[in-house]
């Protein structure tokens, strides 16, 4: 199966700082998403983004569908962005079936 | 409702009992998933449904885990003879079709087995 791989796998920021996720995959995708899992556990959509840019708020992201791998910026981090930031993929082999990378342990200090 | 609801959010049970978590997606969405959260890893696959069927079971993980999804809507993922291993977070997720379009999650249920 497809294989997703997140960088880093820990990250402690201070509050302001910028920081940049990073997903590679091993095949073609048609479905990304990234998630925002919080300290209760609860997954957060953040972004839809099997390929192109989007933006919201303080949060983009980028997909290269064609050089597999997805980016998250994080502007201006605050301290409410901690948590783990997923990296999820579904290719046409595998209707139905999102793949999470293992994810992104952040940490945002005041 | 305004999201994918899961209950219970919590269950305690012991070795060998039988469990049912329900999870009611959000209204309109036809595909709806289970997955399953252990400690430190990312959410692993273990069926979808596509309308009433089970269009993909292949992650579950032995036939002591089977799940319903009788009138299209609310599913129910059922466990028997539950062992200390099954202990971890479902995740239920709904889309509004499988081949297009973002999944959205429950808040999860959690389970322990004592």
């Known amino acids: 199966g497809i294989q997703v791989e997140q960088s880093p796998p820990d990250l402690i920021l201070q509050e302001g700082a910028n920081s940049t996720l990073r997903c590679n995959f091993s095949?073609?995708?048609?479905?990304l998403q990234w998630f925002h899992q919080n300290p209760w556990g609860q997954l957060i959509n953040l972004f839809y983004?099997?390929?192109g840019t989007k933006q919201n708020g303080r949060l983009s992201a980028t997909t290269v569908a064609t050089e597999r791998y997805s980016l998250l910026y994080i502007s201006s981090s605050q301290t409410t962005d901690s948590g783990v930031y997923f990296c999820?993929?579904?290719?046409?082999?595998?209707?139905?079936?999102?793949?999470f990378g293992a994810g992104t342990q952040v940490v945002v200090t005041p | 409702g305004a999201g994918v609801s899961q209950t219970p959010s919590n269950k305690v049970t012991e070795k060998g009992k039988y469990v049912e978590l329900r999870c009611d997606p959000i209204?309109?969405?036809?595909?709806l998933y289970w997955y399953r959260q252990s400690l430190g890893q990312g959410p692993e696959f273990l069926i979808y449904?596509?309308?009433?069927?089970?269009?993909?079971d292949s992650g579950l993980p032995n036939d002591r885990f089977f799940a319903v999804r009788p009138e299209g809507s609310v599913s129910t993922l059922k466990i028997q003879r539950t062992e200390r291993g099954d202990s971890a977070v479902y995740l239920c997720?709904?889309?509004?079709?499988?081949?297009?379009?973002?999944?959205?999650f429950g808040e999860g249920s959690r389970l322990t087995v004592l």
């Open positions: 997720a709904s889309s509004p079709g499988t081949f297009t379009g973002e999944l959205f």
């Open positions: 095949d073609s995708v048609n479905n």
């Open positions: 983004i099997p390929s």
């Open positions: 999820a993929v579904m290719t046409t082999d595998s209707w139905g079936k999102l793949q």
């Open positions: 209204s309109g969405h036809t595909a």
């Open positions: 449904f596509q309308g009433t069927g089970a269009a993909d």
